[in-house]
């Protein structure tokens, strides 16, 4: 992007140069429509992909015995953190009326972040679509059996590769090699040595890179297209992913339920979301407006020097504006969210399903990072805790967006739920290092 672009979107985009100068912004999407449709995704793909799962839960109970006590299913719990509340309340000097849950993502079973849904979804989807086509194995069995030696051999045959910046690789690298497969791992700078470590150690490959996500991203495609037996996980475009992230949505309505947490006109729901390429986020954002239509308000949050989403949203350029093109380094502590332009695909489809999306500092994440440790005893990767800002950011930035909505009156019986993407994998010295940090 030439300066002369630069200037002109400047001019017709205040905020950007507030994005720009890596302010702490709110952003409001006046596009946000209470009954939003998409042409580009349906909900039967989400259908599909929890009936996937289903079909796999006898084998993942066998493979990852810690899914014994949820019968198979990969979820995560909900928490109320009053603790957390107030220490943000004292700490910032913000008032957040309502209260306060964290969706436990950190803690999801097999790879420890909300990858563990997107990710280990595509991966057995591929895995089914293989051995379906063999032959060998029939929608109506116990899909146990992909555990013994002989499928094992069968997928060893097979290749995945992926582009990430960490998690997404963990967890298809874990779920990928469980299975049998060949799994190639292109990791961008940003990429976290324990994360890579960790892959080795399970036998996948792994290639680094000294430049950003994009880039790795870019290279595993154009090495996969060479090769017919490999498959790409293609996180910037990928359907699938998406899918697997969108099935947490109907778990959630049930889990609102079981613990009397109402969501309607009188009762909003406010959810936060870390953002990265989008897709994580972009999933269950697509699946919690279906289910909870009008009364469900959804805000990204990402870093101040990698805001990919918010200013594509806001110019409505999607992927074709990229932090680096007004002048942020997309350089942050926040690993899984190191992301410099979006996914075009989910970019465009949350065009009107989201309600803004808010820019937090790596400071405040770590300050963060400490206060929930100390006070709610909750370890999160510092990405995860971009999502604890949400309610004040909301409430010092958004008043706007409440009185249109007419929440204002509503507000005190609020929920708002922070997303909390990941962390339970972290070393104890990596998280003794993170906590110096506050
Ligand atoms: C991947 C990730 C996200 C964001 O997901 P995207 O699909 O990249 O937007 C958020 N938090 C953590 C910890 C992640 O690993």
Redesign the pocket.
Known sequence: MNSNDQHELFQQFPQLKEVANQHTVLWENTNWLAKPTTSLFSLQEVEEAQETLLRFSSYLKVTFPELMKSDGLIESSIKSIPAMKQALEEVFGVTIPGQLLVKCDHALPISG???ARGGVYEVLKHAERLALASGKLKEEDNYAVLATEEWQTFFQQYTIAVGST???GLSIGIMGKKLGFNVVVHMSSDAKEWKKAMLREKGATVIEYQADYSVAVEQGRQEAVQDPMCHFID?ENSKDLFAGYAVAAKRLKDQLEEADIAVDKAHPLFVYL????????GGVAYGLRELFGEHVHIFFAEPVASPCMTIGLMTGLHDAISVEDIGLNNKTEAD??A?GRASKFVGKVMEHYISGCYTVTDQELFTSLSLAMEREGLFL?P??HAGMFGASRLWQKGQSYLEKHSLVNHMDQATHLVWA??GSMVPSAMRTAYLAKR
């Open positions: 972040s909300i990858k960490g998690n997404l996180d870390p953002c990265g390429v989008g897709g994580g986020p899984g969210l992301v990767e990405s995860a993407t990941g």
